[in-house]
């Protein structure tokens, strides 16, 4: 399978989550998109011994915290902007997104997905400009070998500031540039970008035309809702869809599910 067959799918920790309780996966959502991912024969790596034959598997998961990291963070003072030099804040914030990636992985394996966990804050950092260092050798390491890498939002090393987070999406946008993927998609729990009526706006081109709708147009902070989704995903110079947890079979299907966001 060519390199640039790459899609990168990304699980919004709302979905996955009971966002309400702590620590708590939505069992029956994490299933459901688990069995869309399975279903969907996307995933063509063969991990087993003759690992790498059919090229490299061709999909990458990333997944939010949803009750597990936010609630952590939150009680530390820990965003992507503020950090802490605290190391039981680093492990509280780690160790609740370690918790929710081995739910995932697991889910993925019993499926049939050769899933295997990749953790950001072994590898990734901010320096001082807040520029992030997202090294991509594990990872195309592990697709090359067949496995499906499976990613997460963490804390990770700031220069001059500890550790601060780095969201899903920021993971998402990083490796689709660095990879060149030919698709992105973030599984969130509203069916697209909605307009002011609450109706699915089809496509997006650029951010001023939907600031009113989404409010919040100055936010920089790619972990702060909708507005910073689309302002990052038009950043990209590839397409990337935005859509809910129905969407996830359609999406990997290639199907038009959800917001289009095209700022290329
Ligand atoms: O839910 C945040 O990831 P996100 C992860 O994708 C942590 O913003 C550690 C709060």
């Known amino acids: 399978m060519a390199e640039d067959s790459l899609t990168i799918l990304k699980l919004g920790g709302s979905v996955i989550t009971d966002k309400d309780s702590p620590e708590t996966v939505d069992d029956d959502a994490l299933d459901s998109v688990v069995?869309?991912?399975?279903d969907s024969g996307v995933v063509t790596g063969d991990a087993g011994p003759t690992a790498g034959d059919d090229g490299p598997a061709s999909l990458i998961v990333v997944h939010g915290g949803g009750s597990f990291g936010h609630i952590h963070?939150?009680?530390?003072?820990?965003?992507t902007t503020d950090g802490t030099h605290d190391p039981a804040a680093v492990t509280a914030i780690h160790g609740a997104m370690k918790r929710l990636n081995g739910v995932v992985v697991d889910r993925l394996q019993a499926a049939g997905v050769p899933a295997v966990p990749v953790h950001p804050l072994s590898a990734a950092a901010r320096d001082a400009d807040a520029e992030l260092s997202l090294p991509t050798a594990a990872v195309a390491g592990l697709r090359a070998e067949g496995f499906v890498p499976v990613l997460h939002g963490d804390v990770i090393a700031h220069a001059g500031k500890g550790v601060t987070v780095l969201s899903g999406d920021e993971i998402v946008t990083g490796l689709a540039e660095r990879l060149g993927a030919s698709r992105v998609g973030?599984?969130?729990?509203?069916?697209?970008?909605l307009d002011s009526d609450g109706d699915v706006i089809e496509t997006i081109r650029e951010f001023e035309s939907v600031a009113a709708a989404l409010g919040d147009s100055d936010s920089t902070d790619v972990s702060g809702g909708m507005a910073g989704k689309v302002r990052a995903l038009l950043a990209l110079s590839g397409q990337a869809r935005i859509f809910g947890p129905d969407a996830v079979g359609p999406f990997l299907?290639?199907?038009?599910?959800?917001?289009?966001?095209?700022?290329?």
């Open 35 to 38: 069995a869309a991912i399975a």
């Open 253 to 264: 299907a290639d199907e038009a599910v959800g917001t289009l966001i095209d700022g290329a």
């Open 186 to 193: 973030l599984c969130s729990t509203v069916p697209g970008v």
């Open 73 to 79: 963070a939150a009680e530390h003072g820990v965003s």
